[in-house]
């Protein structure tokens, strides 16, 4: 008897026992990781100091997109293809403890990925992101960085041929279809919200002052866009932390308390289609 479980310790790798924590370590060195990239700097004319990128901003609108900061480092992703055990624990450090920069668009939901090249270069490139990864991954992401892109009867005209309520009843699909998955993840623990109006980013680039294009009635436009748009995510519930940019206070401080409330809370109905 005390021979056969000596043979069955023999059959077990010596990775597997090690303890659980242990292993993750070792996978952590192997696989691929997001970080955030170190913010650019300018020197002004005379050379003695050196200004952030981030603080060449407008109201608060800064010139890049949130989420788009976040580099990965190459990897292994071999690892997934080991033995079951180790995809399914690798899977988890992969698409669980890694930030996933979301573009919502008009017309589809993609993953902005950034990688650093061993010449120290970050090109990017962007998938569409239900369709790239498989149902199982998408469910095991955690944090997020989502970019909301509302379209005006411009842009919309001149890039989709599109216009009237339909521009944002399309971005408010993509949406619809990004809540869902989200309120299926089990532990969400960072979600990142922002949106960005056409005019806001236009604006914002060439530090005009938003005083003639951003007024009164065209806040309240914006405000009611950014409602219908973002009302599917009051399915959402129990995310760690949330952060949102371009809304009003009131309208963050709504979707943040509906969001971080416990899943045993009935959602709301809102974001039903």
């Given at each position: 008897?005390?021979?056969?479980?000596?043979?069955?310790?023999?059959?077990?790798?010596?990775?597997?026992?090690?303890?659980?924590?242990?292993?993750?370590?070792?996978?952590?060195?192997?696989?691929?990781?997001?970080?955030?990239?170190?913010?650019?700097?300018?020197?002004?004319?005379?050379?003695?100091?050196?200004?952030?990128?981030?603080?060449?901003?407008?109201?608060?609108?800064?010139?890049?997109?949130?989420?788009?900061?976040?580099?990965?480092?190459?990897?292994?992703?071999?690892?997934?293809?080991?033995?079951?055990?180790?995809?399914?624990?690798?899977?988890?450090?992969?698409?669980?403890?890694?930030?996933?920069?979301?573009?919502?668009?008009?017309?589809?939901?993609?993953?902005?990925?950034?990688?650093?090249?061993?010449?120290?270069?970050?090109?990017?490139?962007?998938?569409?992101?239900?369709?790239?990864?498989?149902?199982?991954?998408?469910?095991?992401?955690?944090?997020?960085?989502?970019?909301?892109?509302?379209?005006?009867?411009?842009?919309?005209?001149?890039?989709?041929?599109?216009?009237?309520?339909?521009?944002?009843?399309?971005?408010?699909?993509?949406?619809?279809?990004?809540?869902?998955?989200?309120?299926?993840?089990?532990?969400?623990?960072?979600?990142?919200?922002?949106?960005?109006?056409?005019?806001?980013?236009?604006?914002?680039v060439f530090n005009r002052t938003p005083s003639e294009s951003r007024t009164a009635i065209r806040k309240e436009k914006e405000e009611a866009q950014a409602r219908t748009i973002l009302a599917p995510l009051a399915c959402v519930?129990?995310?760690?932390?949330?952060?949102?940019?371009?809304?009003?206070d009131q309208h963050m401080e709504e979707l943040r308390t509906m969001m971080t409330a416990p899943k045993s809370e009935p959602a709301s109905n809102d974001g039903k289609n």
């Amino acid at each position: 008897m005390s021979a056969s479980v000596v043979r069955s310790d023999a059959g077990i790798s010596p990775l597997f026992r090690l303890p659980p924590e242990i292993r993750r370590i070792i996978y952590a060195f192997a696989l691929p990781f997001a970080t955030i990239a170190p913010e650019r700097k300018i020197a002004n004319t005379d050379g003695n100091r050196e200004i952030d990128w981030a603080a060449l901003q407008n109201n608060g609108q800064i010139r890049y997109r949130r989420g788009h900061d976040v580099v990965w480092t190459r990897g292994c992703t071999a690892l997934l293809a080991v033995s079951k055990q180790i995809h399914e624990e690798t899977a988890a450090i992969l698409y669980g403890d890694n930030t996933f920069t979301i573009d919502i668009k008009f017309d589809a939901i993609k993953f902005h990925l950034r990688w650093r090249t061993a010449q120290d270069l970050t090109p990017s490139r962007t998938y569409l992101f239900l369709e790239h990864f498989s149902q199982r991954n998408l469910l095991r992401i955690r944090h997020y960085v989502v970019n909301v892109e509302p379209v005006d009867e411009y842009m919309g005209m001149i890039k989709y041929n599109y216009g009237g309520q339909g521009l944002v009843a399309g971005v408010r699909t993509q949406m619809s279809q990004l809540a869902r998955l989200m309120a299926g993840v089990e532990a969400l623990q960072a979600v990142n919200i922002n949106v960005w109006h056409s005019a806001c980013g236009i604006i914002t680039v060439f530090n005009r002052t938003p005083s003639e294009s951003r007024t009164a009635i065209r806040k309240e436009k914006e405000e009611a866009q950014a409602r219908t748009i973002l009302a599917p995510l009051a399915c959402v519930r129990g995310v760690r932390t949330v952060e949102m940019t371009g809304l009003s206070d009131q309208h963050m401080e709504e979707l943040r308390t509906m969001m971080t409330a416990p899943k045993s809370e009935p959602a709301s109905n809102d974001g039903k289609n």
